[in-house]
């Protein structure tokens, strides 16, 4: 199957995800361009970033002493680099989805060098949404992977539900604010997101 068609099947199961307690990943299959898709049992999916470990390898001389069946060669893990940056430019790893709750990158700010990053989260989960949170990955412009960090990009209050995220809802994250990524590194605005908790009420 082309991967254009599959990507474009893929994005119309996005859409038409139910809701899942608990979203536990039930398979792998992997593209031809060396995509890994993961599906979970809540009818979601998401795209997996290619292991870092993997990728370093290119810059290491392996021995042929110790080359054997568990390490990584150089060809495949040059490939697996190759497939990485494909994978992050194409910004399919700027949307997560868990629990029926998406959440994609939408844009960033600098002041003075924190960096300021705003989300749009749509909901197709029944219950009220009061709290995502979001496992971000930075990755510099040649795609080395600089830090990962953990925020909530929606914090509604308890006991105001008209801040909660409804089903059918569409909103915007309020900016979040990230400290220790360089400007100077950071010009092709690479990342990936996974949402880790969706708390509901």
């Given at each position: ?9 893929l ?39 290619i ?40 910004g ?30 749509s909901?197709?989960?029944t219950d ?44 915007n ?11 100077m ?8 997101l ?8």
């Open positions: 199957m082309p991967f254009h068609y599959l990507q474009y099947t994005f119309l199961l996005l859409g038409s995800v139910t809701l899942g307690l608990s979203a536990a990943s039930i398979g792998t299959v992997t593209l031809d361009n060396g995509a890994i898709i993961s599906f979970h049992d809540d009818y979601t999916w998401e795209y997996v970033a292991s870092d470990d993997a990728a370093d390898q290119v810059s290491k001389t392996i021995s042929s002493n110790n080359i054997n069946s568990n390490v990584v060669s150089p060809a495949n893990s040059e490939q697996a680099l190759k497939n990485r940056s494909s994978l992050l430019r194409s399919l790893l700027n949307t997560s989805v868990k629990n029926d709750v998406k959440v994609t990158y939408s844009d960033s700010i600098w002041r003075d060098q924190s960096l300021g990053l705003k989300f749009i989260l909901s197709d989960n009220g949404v009061v709290i995502v949170k979001v496992a971000i990955s930075f990755y510099d412009d040649k795609t080395n992977k600089i830090t990962e960090q953990t925020v909530n990009v929606w914090q509604a209050s308890y006991r105001l539900p008209e801040t909660y995220l409804r089903k059918g809802d569409t909103r994250s309020r900016i979040i604010w990230i400290d220790g990524i360089d400007k590194s950071w010009t092709s605005k690479l990342l990936s996974k949402v880790i908790e969706v708390e509901t009420r």
